[in-house]
């Protein structure tokens, strides 16, 4: 099996981005041929400055190396570091119905959020498609946002093969039957993972680097106190949290309405979860206390990522040299298919 996922550049890494999506990568570069990169031409739709862009490519590159992605077991590059993602894009975008893309949810809310609706953005799932296709992924890790994106990808994929590869049936898309051919795309899932596939923001929306409501992973400590005493919580007195609803079972999620709730159960080993969920029901204590329970399982969780972090940051020279090793593996990989598709719809 071969896995595939990105994060984009688009700001400082977060805990939902670890739950969501990067957990699942550390797991699974065990368990497959993974290949993980950095979103950097995806970033280019909300970062306008060169600098920045440059920094925050650096710094999402040491963040997955500090939460546990080994290069000697996954593939880590830079997207931009394999241009002919971008000739894939175009040659793809020839099939891609535009309304698809109306309907895609993240475009939506990122122009509901008042980020400019772009040429860029709106193209943003072809480009991510031809992520996922260019390495002929089977399991493409991700959070629930993108699953509308990764079936995209499955159905353009289709419709790909459908167009340009002879004897190819959508029926039988890995060509078993006589007569039948495989597509040259392979047709991906998301994976998903049913806990996590939504951390709430501290403002109770999806958090998310564009939106400003993120808890960082590798921001200093005393960012990360503010941004936990800042987590929206009701104005019922503090000494009387508002109950979750009762005959829940015991870890069932009251959504985002409480996000200090939901974080914490994301955050504590069960065990230390089910005390807190006994406490917070008995009511009694404070938002503030459960602030700092919060606070506290942050430090535990991440500790050992953040010093790895500190350590990393200050060797720029090997993060180079591992990125530019990636690039030459994912590259190989890439021109192989990319030499089909020319020739499959007749580019010299
Ligand atoms: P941006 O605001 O720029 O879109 P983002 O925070 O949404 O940034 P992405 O780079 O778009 O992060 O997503 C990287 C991965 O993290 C994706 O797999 C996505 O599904 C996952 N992810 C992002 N935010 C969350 C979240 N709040 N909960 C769970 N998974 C998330
Ligand atoms: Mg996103």
Redesign the pocket.
């Known amino acids: 099996m071969r896995t595939l996922?990105?994060?984009?550049?688009?700001?400082k890494?977060?805990i939902?981005?670890y739950?969501?999506?990067?957990r699942q990568f550390v797991q699974l570069q065990d368990e497959s041929e993974a290949y993980y990169f950095i979103?950097n031409l995806?970033?280019l739709?909300?970062v306008r400055d060169p600098k920045l862009a440059l920094e925050l490519t650096r710094e999402a590159a040491v963040a997955y190396l500090a939460l546990g992605v080994d290069p000697k077991k996954a593939v880590l590059f830079r997207q931009s570091d394999v241009r002919e993602v971008l000739e894939l894009y175009w040659i793809l975008g020839t099939v891609v119905p535009h309304s698809n893309l109306e309907r895609a949810h993240?475009y939506k809310e990122?122009v509901a959020k008042g980020i400019s609706p772009d040429f860029g953005l709106f193209a943003y799932p072809v480009l991510m498609a031809a992520d996922i296709l260019l390495y002929s992924a089977d399991a493409?890790?991700?959070?629930?946002?993108?699953i509308q994106h990764v079936e995209f990808a499955r159905d353009w994929a289709v419709k790909f093969n459908t167009e340009y590869v002879p004897g190819y049936d959508p029926a039988d898309p890995e060509g078993k039957e006589r007569g039948h051919a495989p597509g040259l795309l392979k047709l991906p899932s998301a994976r998903i993972q049913e806990s996590?596939?939504?951390?709430?923001?501290v403002d109770g929306k999806?958090?998310?680097?564009?939106?400003g409501n993120?808890i960082e992973l590798f921001a200093d400590e005393k960012e990360i106190k503010k941004r936990i005493m800042s987590i929206k919580t009701d104005s019922t007195p503090v000494d009387a949290p508002k109950p979750v609803p009762t005959g829940l079972p015991v870890g069932t999620s009251i959504a985002s309405e409480v996000p200090l709730y939901d974080l914490l159960k994301l955050l504590l080993p069960e065990s230390e979860f089910k005390d807190v969920d006994a406490s917070w029901r008995a009511g009694g204590k404070g938002y503030g206390d459960y602030k700092k329970k919060l606070l506290e399982a942050y430090h535990v969780a991440f500790g050992p990522a953040r010093q790895r972090h500190a350590e990393l940051v200050n060797d720029p020279a090997e993060l180079e040299r591992i990125l530019k090793d990636g690039a030459d593996r994912a590259r190989a990989e890439a021109t192989r298919l990319m030499d089909k598709i020319r020739r499959a719809v007749g580019v010299p």
């Open positions: 996922s990105g994060v984009q550049s688009s700001g890494l977060h939902g981005n739950y969501g999506a990067i979103a995806h970033a739709t909300t993240s990122k493409v890790p991700v959070g629930k946002d993108q996590t596939q939504t951390v709430p923001g999806k958090m998310s680097k564009s939106y993120t």
